[in-house]
């Protein structure tokens, strides 16, 4: 059974710019969160979707959105790129047929902004 | 969310238990304790959870205390691979933050050979 799938894995930007990232959940699997992780702030929830509607959603500027596709695929992006968004972003995906539910993480999109 | 606290380190011996304790004098009554770990450069994944009663599984045990305020996970034998940042967790049962943990800093354990 293939695993969370993030595409891509690594990469650069300049301030300013925009980024796209995509994340491929479990087969089955309709629930999708996104986390970003710093070494200053650790791992911090983003948002979630669920049948393509986004349930709940961190603090995070607007510049951060997402979306979730009919296959259960998501994307999120990140405009008007800082410095500070330099991260490990991380997606997770779960069957959600409880509040409790384990979650499956992919192993992140690595984002560089100079 | 109810608030946890960790150690920030551990080291512990090849072969020999691990024990990691977790606090959260403010756990309510709808939350469950989980463990997640992040071994390096990869994404976390979920160790164990549980309510009230201590919980077995094939990576670790898993010890809450009668009060619930705090909770040990227990690996029993570590190997190399188990050196990883270990996060204890608590999600409330009741909401509807299927896909929402709130991270603390976690415990980053050393295994030594």
């Known amino acids: 059974k293939a695993g969370v799938t993030q595409t891509p894995r690594y990469l650069i930007k300049t301030r300013g710019q925009q980024v796209t990232l995509s994340c491929s959940p479990i087969?089955?699997?309709?629930?999708v969160s996104w986390y970003q992780q710093t070494p200053g702030q650790g791992l911090q929830f983003l948002f979630e979707?669920?049948?393509?509607?986004?349930?709940n959603k961190g603090n995070f500027p607007g510049r951060f959105s997402g979306r979730q596709f009919s296959n259960s695929r998501s994307e999120m992006n990140v405009s008007t790129l800082e410095l500070g968004d330099s991260a490990l972003y991380l997606c997770?995906?779960?069957?959600?047929?409880?509040?409790?539910?384990?979650?499956?993480f992919g192993e992140g999109s690595r984002l560089t902004v100079l | 969310d109810a608030k946890t606290t960790q150690p920030n380190s551990m080291e512990s011996n090849e072969e020999e238990p691990v024990h990691l304790p977790c606090n959260h004098s403010?756990?309510?009554?709808?939350?469950?304790i989980h463990w997640y770990r992040q071994l390096p450069s990869q994404g976390p994944e979920y160790v164990i959870h549980?309510?009230?009663s201590n919980v077995n599984n094939r990576m670790a045990s898993l010890a809450i205390a009668e009060d619930r305020k705090s909770s040990t996970l227990i690996l029993h034998r570590a190997t190399l691979r188990d050196a990883a940042v270990y996060y204890c967790?608590?999600?409330?049962?009741?909401?509807?933050?299927?896909?929402?943990?709130?991270f603390g800093q976690g415990t980053t354990l050393q295994v030594k050979p």
């Open positions: 979707y669920f049948s393509e509607t986004q349930r």
């Open positions: 967790i608590l999600r409330d049962r009741s909401s509807g933050n299927t896909g929402k943990l709130i």
């Open positions: 997770a995906s779960s069957i959600q047929t409880s509040n409790t539910g384990e979650l499956f």
């Open positions: 549980g309510l009230t």
């Open positions: 403010t756990i309510s009554g709808t939350d469950y």
């Open positions: 087969s089955g699997h309709r629930s």
